[in-house]
């Protein structure tokens, strides 16, 4: 007997991290029974942003104020769900240039729908912002590692059966990081190259996480 799919399963998988069309069963219930989804995290104050074109769903807390969430009943504001959490110079860093690429592969005209990149070339954009690295070896290790961040930020994703480390950026970094956040993000960093970061725990950025996965930037 064939196990059904439900919005229910739909539900849970958004909690855990952003839902792709390439989730063909979830993706499909998303869209027949959008609405009982989207009344379900609306009654717990969070809002499923949806870009059907682009094959995307994820989860964002809703900016109630107190006014804002008064009613008939004088209901005090729910409480915030998704935690904040603080990205690390570079792993923000990396975020802005798969951006930046991101916009040039949209600029194109290669015909093609994702912008792939392999393992060396996600070093490569990093290396610059290490001038003064002695010990290679430690810091394609800590560049490896922020790449790892970001796909479980779900951000990048690692493509399977592919003989080389191939990563797909995905669509949601346009919803995640707006081109018009580019440059304001750019100075913040500026700014933060004075105060060490070469430092694993320098904030320079949040993201939203809801049960430790990504859900707003």
């Given at each position: 007997?064939?196990?059904?799919?439900?919005?229910?399963?739909v539900i849970v998988r958004l909690i855990g991290g952003p839902l792709y069309h390439s989730d063909t069963d979830l993706w499909r219930i998303l869209r027949t029974e959008t609405a009982t989804v989207r009344d379900h995290f609306h009654r717990m104050g969070l809002e499923v942003a949806m870009d059907e074109e682009a094959g995307y769903a994820?989860?964002?807390?809703?900016?109630?104020?107190?006014?804002?969430?008064?009613?008939?009943n004088n209901e005090a504001p729910l409480p915030r769900l998704m935690r904040r959490t603080p990205l690390s110079y570079?792993?923000?860093?990396?975020?802005?240039l798969l951006r930046e690429r991101l916009l040039q592969h949209d600029q194109s005209a290669d015909g093609e729908e994702y912008l792939h990149l392999d393992h060396d070339q996600l070093l490569d954009l990093q290396r610059p912002y290490f001038p003064d690295a002695a010990n290679e070896k430690k810091t394609e290790d800590r560049m490896?590692?922020?790449?790892?961040r970001l796909v479980d930020l779900g951000v990048l994703r690692r493509l399977k059966n592919r003989?080389?480390?191939?990563?797909?950026?995905?669509?949601i970094l346009?919803?995640?990081?707006?081109?018009?956040?580019?440059?304001?993000?750019?100075?913040?960093?500026?700014?933060?190259?004075?105060?060490?970061?070469?430092?694993?725990?320098?904030?320079?950025?949040?993201?939203?996480?809801?049960?430790?996965?990504?859900?707003?930037?």
């Amino acid at each position: 007997m064939n196990e059904r799919i439900t919005a229910r399963h739909v539900i849970v998988r958004l909690i855990g991290g952003p839902l792709y069309h390439s989730d063909t069963d979830l993706w499909r219930i998303l869209r027949t029974e959008t609405a009982t989804v989207r009344d379900h995290f609306h009654r717990m104050g969070l809002e499923v942003a949806m870009d059907e074109e682009a094959g995307y769903a994820f989860l964002r807390q809703t900016e109630e104020t107190e006014e804002a969430a008064e009613t008939e009943n004088n209901e005090a504001p729910l409480p915030r769900l998704m935690r904040r959490t603080p990205l690390s110079y570079h792993q923000t860093l990396l975020l802005v240039l798969l951006r930046e690429r991101l916009l040039q592969h949209d600029q194109s005209a290669d015909g093609e729908e994702y912008l792939h990149l392999d393992h060396d070339q996600l070093l490569d954009l990093q290396r610059p912002y290490f001038p003064d690295a002695a010990n290679e070896k430690k810091t394609e290790d800590r560049m490896g590692r922020t790449i790892s961040r970001l796909v479980d930020l779900g951000v990048l994703r690692r493509l399977k059966n592919r003989s080389e480390d191939i990563y797909r950026v995905e669509p949601i970094l346009r919803a995640k990081l707006p081109v018009e956040r580019i440059r304001e993000i750019r100075d913040r960093l500026s700014a933060h190259l004075g105060e060490a970061p070469s430092q694993e725990n320098d904030e320079t950025a949040e993201e939203e996480n809801s049960d430790g996965q990504p859900a707003d930037a």
